[in-house]
């Protein structure tokens, strides 16, 4: 079994894309199309080692996905790799009080993806 790796993304074609690109470089992949089911996996355990996340989700979103990271430290453990089109990391970790270092601005190609979950989970474990 690879790195863990949930997705969180309300676009179909996205989730879809991001997912095969995923499973296909050797992760096992999760996914989660609003704020509330990513909460309830990242709650449920077992823990992904990155977090692939969509700010414009429905029910909760990103935003409220943060925010739970924010109060649940223990969720923290993994590396955020942040999907949005509409506000740079440093206005994201100001707002949200987590460091955001890795962000992708969509459209984005899946190599890009592929690189920062990467090094994300490399960043987690070393």
Do not use: Y
């Amino acid at each position: 079994m690879g790195p863990r790796v949930l997705i969180a993304d309300a676009d179909d074609v996205w989730l879809d894309i991001c997912e095969r690109g995923l499973c296909e470089s050797g992760f096992t992949v999760e996914t989660a199309q609003d704020g509330l089911a990513c909460l309830a996996q990242l709650q449920r355990g077992p823990q992904p080692d990155v977090v692939v996340l969509e700010l414009d989700m429905p029910w909760g979103g990103g935003d409220g996905v943060l925010a739970m990271l924010r109060e649940e430290a223990r969720l923290l453990d993994h590396g955020v790799v942040i999907v949005t089109g509409r506000v740079p990391p440093d206005v994201l970790s100001a707002r949200t009080g987590i460091p955001i270092s890795r962000c992708l601005r969509k459209p984005f190609h899946l190599d890009v993806l592929l690189n920062l979950v990467g090094g994300a989970r490399m960043a987690c474990a070393g």
